[in-house]
């Protein structure tokens, strides 16, 4: 009983709080209704515009699809066998088809675009038109296809024949150049660069120095031409020669040519190749082009 007396003390409110607590009730009450039976969502603006273009595009996209199913198939014939509707439907003039229906009473077929042209006697305009449609028998496209192969194996070996002409290097300009194969405007300004930069060429090794040049384009090159030195051309006396001419060939440069007058000057003069590759720093791998510009 004491214990019960001590927890009703908490259950004792006055005329007042006894008055809010009703009151708080009815609020809870109201929100509650307000809360199930009120529409919060704010109302959707609608445009005119909108729906008049989302009602046109509906339209569109149904005349699209209409269209697309409208959409004729094509599909691929033989022209040997084109009757008078098929040769009106494909634009065809009646002359045109005649003169391909009395071909064919002769029991002759046409085997390519071009003879259909030749017999009909069509325009080009049309024939692009309409050609991509045909389609001749299989044996047709071998022995088109052989013939094809035939004739480009008769004009190799007509080539083959033909007699080449070996020229001089030397002599060569740009316009002998550019006819190997291979070698265009840009190689052979840089095949001509390289002949004023050594004098002349002694060797036709010293196209294997020439940068973009391929074995079967050097190949190409040692066919149609050879060295033959100008009547003008002169060797460096080796023993001889000056410091400024020995550095301003192009096969030494300065520290070389300073090392082969030190050399010279100390040892004598060089009997052979083999003494002036004992120099340090001599390009031995290209002994034997230098050696060919070379007098001892």
């Given at each position: 009983?004491?214990?019960?007396k001590?927890?009703?003390?908490y259950f004792?409110f006055?005329?007042?709080?006894r008055?809010?607590?009703?009151l ?5 009450i109201?929100l509650q209704?307000v ?6 969502n ?5 445009f005119?515009?909108k ?9 569109i ?9 409208e959409?004729?198939?094509?599909y ?9 509707y ?7 003039s009646?002359q ?12 002759k077929?046409?085997?390519s ?18 050609s ?31 007699k ?10 740009q316009e002998?150049?550019?006819k ?10 840089r ?28 190949a ?6 050879k ?6 051309f002169?060797k ?6 000056s410091?400024k ?18 050399y ?33």
């Open positions: 009983m004491a214990n019960l001590t927890l009703a003390i004792k006055t005329r007042e709080q008055t809010g607590i009703f708080l009730f009815v609020i809870i109201i209704m809360y199930f039976y009120v529409d919060f704010l109302p959707e603006k609608t005119p515009e729906e008049q273009w989302m009602s046109l595009q509906s339209e996209d149904s005349l699209k699809f209409i269209k697309d199913e959409k004729p198939k094509f691929l014939f033989n022209p040997n066998f084109i009757t008078d098929k040769g009106y439907k494909l634009g065809m009646t045109e088809i005649d003169r391909l229906l009395e071909f064919r009473k002769k029991n077929f046409v085997n675009t071009e003879e259909f042209q030749q017999v009909t006697k069509i325009s080009d305009s049309l024939l692009k038109v309409i991509p449609l045909f389609k001749f028998p299989g044996w047709i496209q071998k022995e088109n296809n052989f013939k094809t192969e035939q004739k480009e194996f008769i004009r190799k070996a007509d080539i083959k024949k033909e080449i002409v070996i020229l001089n290097i030397n002599d060569a300009t002998d150049l550019i190997i194969y291979g070698i265009g405007e840009a190689l052979s300004l095949i001509l660069k390289q002949k004023e930069v050594v004098g002349c060429f002694v060797s036709m090794e010293q196209m294997n120095d020439i940068w973009g040049l391929s074995p079967e384009v050097i190409e090159l040692n066919s149609h031409f060295v033959i030195l100008p009547a003008s002169k460096i006396a080796i023993n001889d020669a410091l001419e020995l550095s301003q060939f192009f096969y030494f440069r300065y520290a070389l040519a300073k090392q082969i007058v030190t010279r000057s100390m040892n004598g003069n060089f009997q052979n190749i083999e003494d002036l590759s004992k120099i340090k720093g001599f390009p031995v791998e290209k002994a034997k082009i230098i050696s060919l510009y070379l007098e001892f």
